[in-house]
Structure formats: C-alpha cells, structure tokens
C-alpha cells in the first residue's frame, strides 16, 4: 500500500471513531440556601404548606430547558434534571422556607385544599429560564393563605432575574437556585408579617 492510501484509511479510522462519541451527559440539581450564611428570621413556630406549584409545559422535562432568542427554546439532552424539576422546585422552596423560618414546620404536597396548617403557600410559575451567559428570568404568581381566625390570603407576581456568571449550565443552574432563594425569601416575609 502507498503512504497516501495508508493515510487516507488512517484519518477515515479517526474520524468514524471521533464522530462514534457522543457528549458526556451532565446531571443537575437546584440548591437551596446555605443555612450559615442566611439571615433567620424570629418568626413563630407554624405549620406551612408549600403547594401546589405548577410550571409550564415547556419546563416539565427531563432536559434543561433555555432561552436561544424571544421565540425559541432549547431543550439539552445532554444537560439534564437528576429528577422532577416541578418536584425539586417546591423542595428547594420549602426547604428554603425551613431556613428562613426555622421556628416553623414545612410540608410539600400538591393538594389545593387548605390541610390542618397555619398557611399554605401556592405557586404558579409562568416563566423560569434564560440564555446561557445571560440572565435567568423568574416570572411567578404566588399566594400565601393563612388559616384559622385570622384568615387572610395574599396573592403576589414577582418578576426576578439574575444574571448568569459564567457560560455554562452549571452557572445557569446556580442562577435560578439563586432566584428560589429570592422568591423564598418574599415568601417569608409574607408569612411573618401575618403572623
């Protein structure tokens, strides 16, 4: 065989084997406040309900979902959640909430009815995603309802954004955990001002 042939069979070799991998699949999760650095609140020891929570159709899925332009998403298969996003949001809300409020007890569901708690808190969440190196956008209704003979019910939208610090998903995933801890923290004080 001449050199040049030799070659030629050499780089198809390579690049069927370059072209045969595929990208390594990232797995993430939402992070909630970090308990020595916060703040507590003196707050009185209630119950709380964090629930329901709902996110557009376009969030629920397993792949992370971002901004490419104002028209179009992209969903990454090879950036994933480790399990439910809707279910890892109210997690980290109520975890969140444990945190801010430590005097309280805080239980996750997905009932709309009013259980035996001092409050509920319900969230809808119209839009939680921005473009990789850019900002993240949270845009939420949220409610407080409180129990007992003081009932009251307060409904709230926060629109929040936080801007990404570096280019990758492990940078946007920070981002929107950063807005949770946002968001918990109005909730918060929602709750303790009702109290």
Known sequence: MNKTILSALLISSLLLVACGTSPKTQIYILSSIERDTTPIMDAQNVVIKVGPVSIPDTLDKAPIVSRIDSNSLL??????WSGDYRDDIQR???????ILLPKSHIALGQETMLL????????NIREFYGQLGGSVTLNVDWTVARKGKNKSITVKKS????????????????AQSRLLAKLSQEISN???NNQ
């Open 190 to 192: 929602t709750i303790k």
């Open 159 to 174: 629109v929040l954004q936080e801007n990404t610090i570096g280019v990758d998903y492990k940078d946007y995933v920070a």
């Open 75 to 80: 969903a990454d298969d090879y950036n994933r």
């Open 116 to 123: 035996p708690e001092d409050f509920q808190v319900i969230i």
């Open 92 to 98: 980290i809300i109520g975890e969140n909430l444990s």
